[in-house]
Each structure stands twice: as structure tokens, then as C-alpha cells.
């Protein structure tokens, strides 16, 4: 059974101060622990009041590394490549921003491939995953489709893959790289930012079904072992 804590705030902007705070705690204390840390930070554009406000924080960003816990197969610089986002804020910063995506890769598995190879050279557990959720339920970019069983169920030390959601998200549709199941749980610290009455029914439902849920996310989160934080404002 997963355990999870609702944190529920009155605006987007109070949960993205409180929810940057956290984060903050997270890499603060790896630096201390280590001299490093490495997290993965949800795409989409929910959390990026939160990334504006994180970076703002003290912290010694040359320690740190950051991976989008998915993205979009698109160029950088592209509008929908969840990288760009997350490096125009912090890469001024000083931080270690890795693309998933190479524009070598010559489909998407290969793309899932590549990238996969490349986080086996990271500092393993994350230190942070933090995830958004979709309106239809998906979490990091891990659709139904062809991709779904080995997203879900793949073997424990792959970290990333490429998918082609099925059907394609109307909001980007385009094949992604995603962080695996098992390299979501996996990580040191779960989170979860998410604003919206419709966003919150649908998690709710999904964790209510766990492993056999409709929705992905219901999946992804089933038996996770460590507790998870759930960050919600309307
Ligand atoms: C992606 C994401 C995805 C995201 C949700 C919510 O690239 O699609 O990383 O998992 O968190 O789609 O996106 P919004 O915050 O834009 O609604």
C-alpha cells in the first residue's frame, strides 16, 4: 500500500514556494551527504513556477545535476522539449542540465536507448523524482501503447526508454524518452505537483485502482515503498 501525503494550498503560487522549499531541503542535503546530487524534475508547464522560485535558492548549483523526467522527441529549443524549459532556468544557475533527447537517435527507440545509456553513467538512485500529472492520467511520459508493458514492468536496471503513446496526447503529439517505473520509485524522494479539481479526481481514482488502474499513473504509483508527497493547489 502506497502511503501518501496530501499537502493542499490555496493558490499556484504558494504551492510552488512551499514545493521549491522542499526540493531545496532535497539537494541541500545530498550536497551535505555527498557533494552531489542528481534529480529528475517533471516537464510540462505546471511546475515551472515552482523551477522559477527553486532557482532562486542559495545552493551550490555546480553540485547539481538535473534530468527532465521525460521529454517530448522534438529539437531543443523546440517549444514542447521539456529540456529547454528546465535549462533556461537553471542553467544560468551554474547546474548540470542533461537532454534525454539527441537529434542523432534515429527513431524513438533508439532515442529511449541512448538515453538510457547515458543515465547509467549518473549517480543512481535519484535523489528527487518529481512528477506531474496528465490530464488523461499519464505520469513522466508513460502512455498506454506498444511501450507500456516494458515502461512498466521492464527489466529493474533499465532507466529510461523511448515510448510512442497511443494514442498520441493532443497537447504534444509526438514520441518521448521516459524514465522508467522502476527508476521513478526507485528514487530517494517521490513527488507529485498538480493543480486542478479534474487533475486531482483523476490521481485519486488512479491510486484509488493501483495496479490494475486505467490510468497510468495508477500504475506507476501502486506499492511504492517510499512515501510519496502529493502537492495539490486548484
Ligand atoms: C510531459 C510531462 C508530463 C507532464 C504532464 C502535465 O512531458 O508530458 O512531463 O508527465 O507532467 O503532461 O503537464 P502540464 O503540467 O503541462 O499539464
Known amino acids: 500500500m502506497t ?27 545530498a550536497i551535505d551527504a555527498r ?10 508547464k505546471t511546475p515551472l513556477p515552482i523551477y522559477e522560485k527553486l532557482a532562486q535558492n542559495k545552493i551550490e548549483w555546480k553540485r547539481v545535476t538535473i534530468i527532465p523526467g521525460d521529454d ?9 522539449s521539456n529540456v529547454t524549459a528546465i535549462a533556461k532556468i537553471f542553467l544560468p544557475k551554474g547546474a548540470r542540465v542533461i537532454p534525454l533527447v539527441s537529434d542523432k537517435a534515429p527513431d524513438y527507440k533508439a532515442a529511449g ?6 543515465l547509467q553513467d549518473l549517480h543512481w538512485p535519484l535523489d528527487l523524482c518529481l512528477l506531474g500529472i496528465g490530464s488523461d492520467g499519464h505520469a513522466a511520459s508513460i502512455f498506454p501503447g506498444p511501450d507500456y508493458d516494458e515502461a512498466l514492468n521492464g527489466p529493474k536496471e533499465r532507466r529510461a526508454l523511448g515510448v510512442m503513446p497511443e494514442p498520441l496526447p493532443p497537447e504534444a503529439p509526438v ?3 521516459t524514465l522508467s517505473r522502476n527508476a521513478i520509485i526507485s528514487a530517494k524522494a517521490l513527488m507529485i505537483a498538480i ?28 506499492d511504492v515503498e517510499l512515501p510519496l508527497d502529493v502537492h495539490w493547489a486548484p
Do not use: H, N
Request: proline content about 4%; overall charge negative; aromatic content about 6%.
Open 3 to 29: 502511503e501518501i501525503e496530501w499537502w493542499e494550498y490555496d493558490d499556484a503560487d504558494e504551492m510552488a514556494e512551499a514545493v521549491a522549499g522542499d526540493i531545496g531541503f532535497i539537494i541541500e542535503s
Open 35 to 44: 557533494g552531489a546530487a542528481v534529480v529528475a524534475l517533471a516537464g510540462g
Open 72 to 80: 517530448r522527441i522534438v529539437p531543443l529549443g523546440d517549444p514542447l
Open 113 to 118: 536507448r541512448s538515453a538510457d545509456a547515458l
Open 175 to 177: 514520441a518521448r524518452v
Open 195 to 222: 493543480t486542478g479539481q479534474q487533475k486531482r479526481d483523476v490521481l485519486e481514482a488512479a491510486i484509488a485502482e493501483g495496479a490494475s488502474s486505467s490510468y497510468p499513473a495508477g500504475r506507476i504509483l501502486a
